[in-house]
C-alpha cells in the first residue's frame, strides 16, 4: 500500500531545500526509477533473502545485484566525466529511503557499495579512468563490481570515527612504506560488502600510535596476494548485505592507489561521514517507512484488523508515525542540502573542477596525463581546492547536520517498527514477519556510521557548541616517509630526487559530481 | 498449594538459578536455532527439579509450590534463557488449568503447553467440537499436548494431545523471539471438547480464565525481568573489558548512563502480580523495561552486539516478544482500564 503523503512530490515536500526545479525533477526521475526496481525485484525477495542469508551468511544474491545495476544503482555517486550520473549525497538519500522501505538489507548492499566509492571522489580525478571506469565497464559487460569501505577494526569502532578517540585509540592495522607503495596488515571488521567486493577503500595508519596524523586510506584490490576474508558474521538483521571479516597480511598497494594523500586518512574520513550521514538517516527513515506502509496496510485490507482503524489508539500511534517519519525525512533532506549547496557545493561548481570535466576522456587516459592526474602536486591541488571552497567550520557544520539526521532516523525506525509490531501482535499473519524483520534491520541504524552516542557528539561539537572539527586536510603536508621512494620515482629511475616540473594550469580533481 | 517455606524457596531459587548458569546459558545458542533434541534435554532436567508441574499439588505428583515461587523460579530461568522459561510457564499453566485429577494423569516429564484462543476470531466451540486456527502459538509445537484456554462469552479449557485427530501443528519458521518455546499455527477440525483426559485423548474443564491469563501475563512479566537481568549483567561486563578512546567504555557517560538506566529499571519492584490488574501492569512494565534494556545492551556492544555470536541480540529478540504475549502491551493497557472502570 502507498501512503498518500508520501506519493506527493518531492518539491512539494522540501519547497526550501529544493528550490533549484531541475534538481527536483532530477531527483524525481531517480526516486520513480527506484522505485521500480525496488517493486519488481527488491520487496518480492525481501524475506526469503533475510531467510536464506540467515542460514547461511556467506549466501549472496547476484542476480539481484546485476538487476539493481541495470536499473542504474551502482552509478548513481559515480562522477558524471567518469561516465556516472554525477550523483550526491541527496542523490543516494532519496535511493536509500525507497530501497528500505523495501528490505534494508539489500538496500545495504548498494549504500556500501556507494560507501567504498566516496573516498575516491574526494581523491580527485585520478580515479575517473581507474577504478571508476572499470566499475562502469563492468556493469556495461553484465558482470558488475562491488565496492566496500574498511574502516573498522577488532579493537577499534567507535574510535576510528573520531579525531579525538583514534589519538587515544589503539589501532592495530599497519600500512607500512615499501618501496613503491605500501604493506597493508591487520584485520578489518563488520565491513559490509567485504566478501563480495571486488575492490575495497581501507582505512589504515602508517604508523599505529600516531594514528589520527598518518591515517591513509587506500585502494585495495581484492584479488591482491595477502587479502583474505576470515569470517562472515551472522548478523541479527540487514542480512542481505554480509558483513565480512577481513585479514591482511602484508597486501601491497602501490602509490598511485592511494586515495588522496598520505596521513590525510582522518580528514576524508570526517568528509566521507559527514556525506554518508545522511543516506543512513534516509535508510533508517526508509525502515520507518517501510513499516508504516505495511501496518497500514494490515489495518485497512486485513480482515483480522477489522474495526483497529477506528480505534482512538491505533489514529494516535499512527499520526505519531507519520509526524516522526516526516520529520526524520526532512532532517536528513537538510543535511544533505547544506551539504550538496552548502558545504562541499563550491567545490563542484569551482571552474577548475568543471574544466577538467570537459577535457575528454581519450585524453585523461593518456599515460603521461594519467601519471601526472595522479602524481602528489595534482593532490596537493586537490586539498588547495578543498581549502579554497569549503572550510572547516562548514563542514563540522554539516556534519554536525548529518549526525543529527542519523541518530534522530535511527531513534524513528526503532520506535516505529517497534510500534507497528506491538500493535498488529504475534498473531497478525504474513504482515508479522516483515515488521519483526524491519525491526532487526533498524536496530543497525542505530549503530553504524558511529554509534548514536558518538552521532550526538558530533551534533554537540558542531552545532550547541560551536567547535570546529580537523575535517580538512593540512594545506601542505610533508611525507612521512620521503626517503622511501615512490612508485613513480621508481618507474623514473630516480628514488625520488628528480627535478619536478612545473605545474602548467590547475588541473585538480572533484568532489564527485557533475560538470 | 501451600507454597514452600523460605528455605525451601531460597533452595529452589538457587537451584533454579544454577540450572540456568550450567546448562541452559551455554545452550541458548542452540536452543534459539530451534533445536528440539536440546530442548528435550532441558526439559527432562527441569523435570527432574519437578518445575514442569510446579503448581500440583505434591498428592497429585507435583511439587506444591506458590505462584510466587514458581515466577521467581520462572525468573531465574530466564536470567539463562526465556524461551525455557516460557515453557515452563506455558507447562504449568495448562497443568493448573485442569483439574487436578487430569493434570495428575498427565506423565511427569511431558511437555504440554498452554494457548490462549479468542473465541470468535480464532476457535469456536460448538455441539461439543472445537473448530478453528491459531496462528503462531508460542511453546505449541512438539507439545505431548495443548490446553487451549478459550476466551469469550463462554470460556473454556480443553485439553487435546498431541496426535489427536484433528490437531494440526505445524512449526512457525518465522518466529522471531524466544524461540526455545517453538511456536505452532494450530488447525483444529472437530476437536472433541467433552472427552474426559483420563478415558481418551481430550479433556474440558470449568475454566477460571481470568486466572490463567494472569498466570501467563505475571509469568511473562518474570520473563521479562530475567531477561533484563542477563542484559545487564552482560553489557556491565562487556562495558568493563572493552576500551575505546583509551579507557574501559563504562567510563563514557554515554554508556554508563546506559548502564544505569538499565540498573534503575531493575531496582523498580514489579507490582505484586496478585489479582489481574497488577499482573496486566506487571507484564506491561516488566516487558516494556526488558526492551528498553535489552536494546540499550546491544548499543553497549555496538556491533558486535548485532552479530549472533555475544547472545545479546538474542535477548532483545526475546524481550520483544515479552511486549507481545499473550496480547500486545496496548491490548494489556486496555483490558487494564476496563478493569478500573468496572
Not at chain 1, 574510535?159 to 600500512?175: C, K, M, N, Q
Not at chain 1, 572547516?392 to 520506535?415: F, H, I, W
Not at chain 2, 497429585?60 to 539463562?80: M, Q
Amino acid at each position: 500500500m502507498r501512503v498518500a503523503a508520501l506519493e506527493r512530490p518531492l518539491r512539494e515536500e522540501f519547497p526550501r531545500l529544493l528550490r533549484d526545479g531541475e534538481r527536483a525533477c532530477e531527483l524525481e526521475a531517480l526516486r520513480a526509477r527506484t522505485r521500480r526496481f525496488a517493486d519488481e525485484h527488491v520487496r518480492p525477495r525481501a524475506l526469503e533473502i533475510d531467510r536464506r542469508t540467515g542460514e547461511d551468511p556467506g549466501w549472496f544474491d547476484w542476480e539481484l545485484v546485476r538487476a539493481g545495476a541495470e536499473h542504474g544503482m551502482l552509478r548513481f555517486l559515480i562522477p558524471a566525466p567518469a561516465g556516472g550520473e554525477g550523483g550526491s549525497p541527496i542523490h543516494c538519500s532519496v535511493v536509500m529511503e525507497e530501497l528500505c522501505a523495501a528490505c534494508p538489507g539489500i538496500a545495504l548492499i548498494f549504500g556500501a557499495h556507494a560507501l567504498g566509492v566516496s573516498p575516491l571522489l574526494l581523491g580527485g580525478a585520478s580515479h575517473w579512468d581507474g577504478v571508476l571506469a572499470e566499475l562502469l565497464d563492468s556493469e556495461r559487460a553484465g558482470s558488475p563490481m562491488l565496492m566496500a569501505c574498511a574502516i573498522t577494526e577488532p579493537e577499534a569502532g567507535t574510535d576510528v570515527e573520531d579525531p579525538d578517540l583514534l589519538r587515544r585509540g589503539r589501532i592495530t592495522s599497519h600500512a607500512r612504506r615499501v618501496p613503491g607503495g605500501f604493506r597493508l596488515s591487520g584485520t578489518k571488521r563488520f565491513i559490509s560488502n567485504g566478501s563480495v567486493a571486488r575492490w575495497i577503500t581501507v582505512l589504515m595508519p602508517t604508523e599505529p600510535r600516531r594514528a589520527a596524523e598518518t591515517l591513509t586510506c587506500f585502494l585495495l584490490d581484492t584479488r591482491s596476494e595477502g587479502f583474505s576474508v576470515s569470517r562472515v558474521e551472522h548478523k541479527m538483521g540487514q542480512r542481505a548485505c554480509p558483513a565480512a571479516e577481513l585479514r591482511f597480511d602484508e597486501v601491497f598497494v602501490p602509490d598511485e592507489l592511494i586515495v588522496g594523500r598520505e596521513g590525510d586518512g582522518a580528514a576524508e574520513t570526517m568528509i566521507v561521514l559527514a556525506s554518508s550521514r545522511p543516506p543512513v538517516g534516509a535508510i533508517a527513515t526508509g525502515i520507518a517507512r517501510g513499516a508504516y506502509e505495511r501496518l497500514l496496510a494490515w489495518l485497512s485490507e486485513d480482515p483480522a484488523a477489522r474495526g483497529l482503524l477506528e480505534r482512538q489508539h491505533v489514529q494516535l500511534v499512527l499520526a505519531s508515525m507519520e509526524e516522526e517519519i516526516h520529520l526524520s525525512r526532512q532532517a536528513y533532506m537538510d543535511a544533505a542540502t547544506e551539504l550538496d549547496s552548502g558545504a562541499l557545493g563550491r567545490v563542484r561548481s569551482d571552474p577548475s573542477v568543471r574544466a577538467l570535466g570537459h577535457v575528454p576522456a581519450s585524453i585523461r587516459r593518456r599515460a603521461r596525463v594519467r601519471r601526472w592526474l595522479a602524481s602528489e602536486r595534482a593532490r596537493d591541488a586537490t586539498v588547495a581546492l578543498l581549502h579554497r571552497t569549503t572550510s572547516e567550520r562548514a563542514l563540522t557544520r554539516s556534519l554536525a547536520l548529518s549526525s543529527l539526521a542519523k541518530a534522530r532516523g535511527a531513534d524513528v525506525a526503532m520506535r516505529v517498527t517497534g510500534a507497528a509490531l506491538e500493535l498488529v501482535g504475534l498473531r497478525a499473519g504474513p504482515v508479522r514477519a516483515e515488521l519483526e524483520k524491519l525491526w532487526r534491520d533498524a536496530k543497525l541504524t542505530q549503530i553504524y556510521e558511529g554509534t548514536n552516542q558518538l552521532n550526538r557528539i558530533e551534533v554537540y561539537r558542531g552545532l550547541c557548541h560551536g567547535e570546529t572539527v580537523n575535517c580538512l586536510p593540512p594545506l601542505h603536508r610533508a611525507h612521512v616517509n620521503a626517503d622511501v621512494p615512490r612508485h613513480a620515482d621508481l618507474e623514473a629511475g630516480t628514488n625520488g630526487n628528480a627535478p619536478q616540473r612545473p605545474v602548467v594550469g590547475t588541473v585538480v580533481g572533484a568532489v564527485g559530481g557533475r560538470v | 498449594m501451600t507454597g514452600a517455606t523460605a528455605v525451601e524457596r531460597a533452595e529452589l531459587l538457587e537451584t533454579a538459578r544454577e540450572l540456568a548458569r550450567r546448562e541452559l546459558v551455554p545452550r541458548a545458542a542452540a536452543l534459539d536455532a530451534g533445536e528440539q533434541d536440546v530442548l528435550a534435554t532441558c526439559w527432562r532436567q527441569l523435570a527432574e527439579i519437578g518445575l514442569d508441574r510446579a503448581l500440583l499439588a505434591e498428592e497429585h505428583g507435583g511439587s506444591g509450590l506458590s505462584v510466587s515461587d514458581l515466577l521467581a523460579a520462572i525468573e531465574e530461568l530466564a536470567a539463562g534463557e526465556g524461551g525455557i522459561a516460557l515453557c515452563v510457564l506455558l507447562a504449568n499453566a495448562a497443568l493448573a488449568t485442569l483439574p487436578s485429577e487430569h493434570a495428575a494423569a498427565i506423565p511427569g516429564g511431558a511437555r504440554w503447553a498452554l494457548v490462549p484462543v479468542r473465541s470468535g476470531a480464532e476457535a469456536t466451540v460448538s455441539d461439543g467440537r472445537l473448530e478453528g486456527s491459531v496462528a503462531s502459538a508460542l511453546g505449541a509445537y512438539g507439545t505431548e499436548g495443548v490446553v487451549f484456554a478459550v476466551q469469550g462469552d463462554r470460556p473454556a479449557s480443553i485439553a487435546v494431545a498431541a496426535g489427536t485427530p484433528g490437531l494440526e501443528l505445524a512449526r512457525d519458521e518465522a518466529q522471531m523471539g524466544l524461540r526455545a518455546a517453538p511456536a505452532a499455527s494450530i488447525g483444529l477440525t472437530g476437536i472433541d471438547a467433552h472427552a474426559d483426559l483420563t478415558q481418551s485423548d481430550g479433556a474440558s474443564a470449568p475454566a477460571d480464565a481470568g486466572g490463567v491469563l494472569a498466570l501467563l501475563r505475571a509469568g511473562t512479566a518474570a520473563i521479562a525481568r530475567g531477561i533484563a537481568r542477563r542484559a545487564y549483567g552482560m553489557a556491565l561486563e562487556y562495558a568493563k573489558a572493552r576500551r575505546q578512546g583509551g579507557v574501559a567504555i563504562i567510563e563514557h557517560d554515554a554508556v554508563s548512563e546506559m548502564l544505569a538506566a538499565m540498573a534503575v529499571r531493575l531496582s523498580c519492584p514489579l507490582p505484586a502480580a496478585a489479582g489481574a490488574a497488577a499482573a496486566l501492569a506487571a507484564k506491561v512494565a516488566a516487558s516494556d523495561a526488558a526492551v528498553a534494556s535489552t536494546t540499550d545492551a546491544v548499543q553497549v556492544f555496538g556491533g558486535t552486539g548485532y552479530m549472533r555470536e555475544t547472545g545479546i541480540e538474542k535477548l532483545m529478540r526475546d524481550a520483544k516478544y515479552c511486549q507481545l504475549f499473550p496480547e500486545p502491551n496496548w491490548v494489556a493497557q486496555d483490558e487494564l482500564m476496563r478493569l478500573a472502570c468496572d
